[in-house]
């Protein structure tokens, strides 16, 4: 046996470990992502991914929360979209000194049609202002638009 013949099966046996450890990595990697991370709660983009979370959850009382307490206010009751099929990506945040927006990618999926799931997506604007310090929602897209005291009027 010469020396390049014995090489060739461990040179094989490394490369298919070193394949082997990659993808063990790999899936690692993918099963290990979860949910994304929290952005702080002191940002723009914190408040509305928060508030996001909450109106696709149905706790709309968690979701007021970050709301202006005018919005809270004057809102009225309206027809519900189905928010369990939403999608929320944050896209950019304009943030200046007392107003911010959040631009966000808004994805729906809706029925199970004959050739599948119809979807759609496209992109809107949170409006946020400074309240003692601390950001709150002044507007919202319309599918993400909660009014949790309009049954106390």
Avoid: H
Wanted: hydrophobic share 45%; net charge negative.
């Amino acid at each position: 046996m010469t020396a390049s013949t014995a090489r060739s099966p461990r040179t094989l046996i490394v490369i298919l470990g070193v394949i082997a450890a990659l993808v063990i990595l790999a899936l690692t990697v993918v099963f290990t992502r979860g949910e994304p991370a929290q952005l702080d709660e002191s940002t723009p983009a914190g408040v509305v991914q928060r508030y996001s979370a909450a109106v696709i959850a149905g706790d709309e009382s968690a979701a007021a929360e970050y709301l202006t307490d005018g919005v809270r206010a004057e809102c009225s009751r309206f027809e519900q979209f189905g928010r369990g099929d939403l999608a929320v990506s944050l896209v950019s945040t304009k943030e200046r000194d007392d107003s911010a927006d959040v631009t966000v990618s808004i994805a729906s999926s809706t029925g199970n049609g004959p050739f599948g799931a119809a979807e759609s997506g496209y992109e809107d604007v949170f409006g946020l202002v400074r309240v003692d310090g601390a950001w709150r929602i002044e507007s919202a897209p319309w599918q993400l638009a909660v009014c949790p005291n309009a049954g106390l009027k």
